[in-house]
């Protein structure tokens, strides 16, 4: 009998905990997009808005950076676009160089392109067989 009268407890307990505690998990939208204009063209009302979550240190963010910025060359101020830095964990200094970019945009925000393409250019590409 001790232990049914246990098990209706934590039976009990666990409908308890799960159906009458709130819990709120939401984050607040922020105040600003947290990102980078390319060519520091906010987006406009008649215009195409790109998102891109970029690691800046990821191959295939590097190897998906021409084909965009060509799109956006090609289609001029109808096309603007954001980038938000995305470091993924399983990447070495990730986070590191998605800070630098935020540093960077901060003191000088036309450079802040310029620091991806130079961490696009340099990273090491292997081949594992």
Known sequence: MGFKNTLRFLAFLCFRICFFVSIDAQVP???KLDGFWYENRPSEADS????AFFDPVCPDSRDSWPGLKQALHHYGSRV????HTFPLPYHDNAFVSSRALH???KLNSSATYDLLEAFFQHQVRLILY
Request: zero cysteines.
């Open 29 to 31: 939208i922020p105040p």
């Open 80 to 83: 603007t676009l954001l980038v």
């Open 103 to 105: 540093i960077v945009n």
């Open 48 to 51: 195409i808005f790109i998102e």
